[in-house]
């Protein structure tokens, strides 16, 4: 038996939920356990607290897959928590064609990422024990999911922590880089081979449909000359039909843009500094027949929006999904000037009566400190804010408490009123 005993004045963070042992926090390890080595986690007293991976090399020393101390971490513990994931998603998800079917030490299986996409299912193996179990992952995903094709996009930076390489290409099967899936009812080409991630961001999709009710009508306060106000709610359906301008900045493939034009947003402005974006913008706005509406720039949203504050341009809504600006703590102050950046110069073009709706995706910024950058932004801005809507990630992005990392998302929509 493999054994890692904890220190006895370690704080008690496993006990709390979190998934991840440091080495400062092993006091001793018994029977020479190498990196990617199942072991049995004890405390200081030889209390068995849980079974996971052992790394000899990082500063996570274990990550846990289990707390149960008399698990067996075999494929055969592979396949059953796979099985419990996507069971997870069957109960709490519409609909399963295409979700995140496994995420990482949320599902307890740490270090892999697992996203259908119909018949498709792509991985991703971020830890050295999953990369050493490979095979045994391609197996129970291909059984659990019933799909005709895995496909690994191992290509994230944090491999290298690990000390593993880069790997990308298909596993089992045969696999079109191009798959094309539905979200909320619409559709959507995914570049599984070479677009961010896995090929799509299943995270923001609550949240993209959240735009229904923001779009569906112009900023209150904005002066109308085509509306002529009366009883009996004429007017009211004419606004309906008109609705909202919308700024999309950060778009990526531009899911926020078609939901938006989907939901009756009068004209949508895509904005991507990527042209490959820009271009699987364009191609998804038109694979639901709504490009009549839509006007997509390659442009930085920094710049841009600058630029529009110059021009006195205004939107009724202003998206802003940036990538991460902080990947760990040493980057979070400059992280949070570039957010109260963005922000500040979105809540410029927005009327009174109008929306901003932002979002982070920077775990190491808490939520605390993420509503606290933008209250700066609109103290600066002169603007006043209402909180319509505070989310997080759907639900095949479970959290975990006691793991602050996993509340990683971070979505607001704030109605926008000038202050004098």
């Known amino acids: 038996m493999k054994e890692v005993f904890l220190k006895k004045d370690r704080r008690k963070r496993l006990e709390a939920g979190h998934p991840w042992i440091y080495q400062n926090e092993i006091a001793s390890?018994?029977?020479d356990p190498?990196?990617?080595?199942?072991?049995?986690?004890?405390?200081?007293?030889?209390?068995?607290?849980?079974?996971?991976?052992y790394h000899a090399e990082s500063q996570i020393g274990v990550r846990i897959a289990s707390y149960d101390s008399t698990?067996?971490?075999?494929?055969?513990?592979?396949?059953r928590t796979l099985t419990k994931a996507w069971l997870h998603r069957k109960r709490f998800l519409a609909q399963t064609s295409s979700c995140r079917a496994a995420f990482g030490e949320a599902d307890y299986l740490p270090g892999l990422i697992v996203d259908k996409y119909g018949?498709?299912?792509?991985?991703?193996?971020?830890?050295?024990?999953?990369?050493?179990?490979?095979?045994?992952?391609?197996?129970?995903?291909?059984?659990?999911?019933?799909?005709?094709?895995?496909?690994?996009?191992?290509?994230?930076?944090?491999?290298?922590?690990?000390?593993?390489?880069?790997?990308?290409?298909?596993?089992?099967?045969?696999?079109?880089?191009?798959?094309?899936?539905?979200?909320?009812g619409l559709s959507f080409i995914v570049d599984i081979a070479e677009g961010q991630k896995t090929g799509h961001f299943f995270d923001q999709r609550e949240n993209r449909a959240a735009l229904a009710s923001l779009v569906r009508f112009a900023a209150a306060e904005?002066?109308?000359?085509?509306?002529?106000?009366?009883e009996g709610g004429a007017?009211?359906?004419?606004?309906?039909?008109?609705?909202?301008t919308v700024l999309d900045c950060f778009s990526h493939t531009g899911g926020f843009s078609v939901h938006a034009l989907h939901y009756g947003a009068a004209h949508v402005t895509t904005v991507d500094a990527s042209e490959k974006a820009i271009e699987a913008a364009a191609r998804n706005i038109k694979k639901n027949e709504l490009e009549d509406r839509s006007t997509r720039l390659v442009a930085n949203a920094f710049d841009l929006l600058r630029e529009y504050e110059r021009d006195k341009k205004t939107f009724d809504v202003v998206i802003l999904d940036p990538p991460a600006f902080a990947k760990n703590r040493a980057a979070v102050p400059g992280a949070l000037r570039g957010y109260k950046e963005i922000n500040l110069r979105a809540l410029k073009l927005i009327p009174d009566g109008g929306f901003l709706v932002t979002a982070s995706c920077s775990s190491p910024i808490t939520r605390e400190a993420w509503h606290a950058v933008i209250e700066e932004a609109a103290?600066?801005?002169?603007?006043?804010?209402?909180?319509?809507?505070?989310?997080?990630?759907?639900?095949?992005?479970?959290r975990r408490i006691g793991m602050p990392e996993s509340d990683y998302l971070k979505f607001s929509v704030f109605q926008v009123q000038s202050r004098s």
Not at 34 to 53: C, E, S
Not at 174 to 184: F, H, M, Q, S, T
Not at 222 to 230: A, V
């Open 235 to 244: 007017a009211l359906a004419h606004a309906a039909r008109s609705g909202a």
């Open 29 to 31: 390890v018994k029977g």
């Open 119 to 184: 018949d498709v299912a792509v991985i991703q193996v971020l830890s050295a024990a999953m990369e050493l179990r490979k095979d045994a992952i391609v197996r129970a995903v291909r059984d659990v999911l019933s799909v005709t094709c895995v496909y690994e996009r191992s290509d994230a930076p944090v491999r290298a922590l690990e000390g593993l390489a880069e790997s990308v290409g298909p596993l089992y099967g045969e696999c079109e880089d191009v798959v094309e899936i539905k979200e909320n």
């Open 71 to 79: 698990e067996t971490l075999n494929d055969a513990w592979l396949k």
């Open 34 to 53: 190498v990196t990617g080595d199942a072991v049995v986690i004890r405390n200081h007293q030889g209390h068995g607290l849980g079974a996971g991976f």
């Open 222 to 230: 904005k002066p109308r000359t085509d509306l002529r106000y009366h």
């Open 379 to 398: 103290v600066d801005a002169h603007k006043l804010l209402r909180l319509i809507d505070d989310r997080s990630a759907g639900a095949d992005h479970p």
